[in-house]
Nanobody, 124 residues
């Protein structure tokens, strides 16, 4: 079991930046690959980024590639999502997720543990 708590959401203007953090507790987070997903109002939850257990491998949705960076600090049991050049279409609730296993995944159902989410609002 692992518990996930996100922080760092807020409101910014288009072109701004935010850093989201996900703190993991419980079983050591190094057992898990980690991901970020988001859900905008009236839309289904979608994949944003994922990172391997070691932090060496990452994967991004095309919509955020080049603007967002995912990283992890296994010593601190945290995963961060650095978001730059934000746009109104990035407005959503952002969820941190964890899955056991070696391979990173962009598939929502592959993740067994989820945080409650943090709101990101980008105004034009």
């Amino acid at each position: 079991q692992v518990q996930l708590v996100e922080s760092g959401g807020g409101s910014v203007q288009a072109g701004g930046s935010l850093r989201l953090s996900c703190a993991a507790s419980g079983r050591t987070s190094t057992r898990y690959t980690m991901g970020w997903f988001r859900q905008a109002p009236g839309k289904e939850r979608e994949f944003v980024a994922a990172i391997s257990r070691s932090g060496v491998s990452t994967y991004y949705a095309d919509s955020v590639k080049g603007r967002f960076t995912i990283s992890r600090d296994n010593g601190e049991n945290t995963v961060n999502l650095y978001m730059n050049n934000l746009a109104p279409e990035d407005t959503a609730i952002y969820h941190c997720a964890a899955r056991g296993g070696t391979w990173i995944s962009y598939v929502e159902n592959d993740y067994g543990y989820w945080g409650q989410g943090t709101q990101v609002t980008v105004s034009s």
